[in-house]
């Protein structure tokens, strides 16, 4: 079962549990209905500020839905790991995105690795929490409400999620970065 297969059942299972219709989910989430339709049936992946939104309106943490299995703590990603392959791929391609808690159910933020391609869009989005981002590898374009910052490689940024962020390589090149979510219970 791919990972797009796995997300869209677990939404619909979570979705079904509370008797909701995608129409109720659309409407307590944000993201419409086709959207939710096309994850559900396994036609897309969703961005992580989808995953957000459909997991919050879902009463459940991010990690639920992207999971595979339990791993005993402490949950160690090894770089080239295959168990824990992107698990996020933006369909425009905008960027690759990897879980580095994959399996630990009881974990109270979501860490990720990010990749940028040369060129994209930051995908700005905003919800509850906080975020914690650390450039690796490039530049990185921090859009944080109306104002922009350049994060060199071991630059970090600390901020609150409500307001509407977005992150993109910066000056023509691919760029890494790891990045943390927390989202308040």
């Known amino acids: 079962m791919g990972t797009e297969t796995k997300v869209g059942a677990r939404i619909r299972a979570y979705r079904e549990q509370q008797e909701m219709t995608r129409e109720d989910l659309a409407a307590k989430s944000g993201v419409s209905e086709k959207i939710i339709e096309a994850i559900e049936d396994a036609m897309v ?41 992107p698990v996020d791929t933006v369909k425009s391609g905008d960027f690759l995105c990897r879980s580095l808690a994959f399996g630990k159910p009881d974990r109270h933020m979501e860490p990720f690795w990010y990749e940028f391609p040369a060129e994209g869009s930051d995908m700005a989005s905003s919800h509850e929490g906080e975020e914690f981002i650390i450039c690796v590898s490039g530049q990185i374009e921090l859009s944080y ?41």
Do not use: C, W
Not at 76 to 83: A, F, L
Not at 150 to 171: C, F, M, R
């Open 45 to 85: 992946i969703p961005a992580i500020s989808v995953l957000l939104k459909l997991s919050r309106a879902l009463g459940q943490r991010l990690g639920t839905f992207m999971d595979d299995q339990f791993r005993p703590d402490p949950v160690i990603t090894r770089k080239n790991d295959e168990s824990t392959a």
């Open 145 to 185: 409400g109306k104002e922009k910052f350049i994060l060199e490689p071991g630059d970090t940024a600390y901020y609150n999620s409500v307001v509407t962020h977005g992150v993109k390589a910066h000056g023509g090149k691919p760029a890494t970065l790891y990045g943390i979510i927390f989202m308040p219970s």
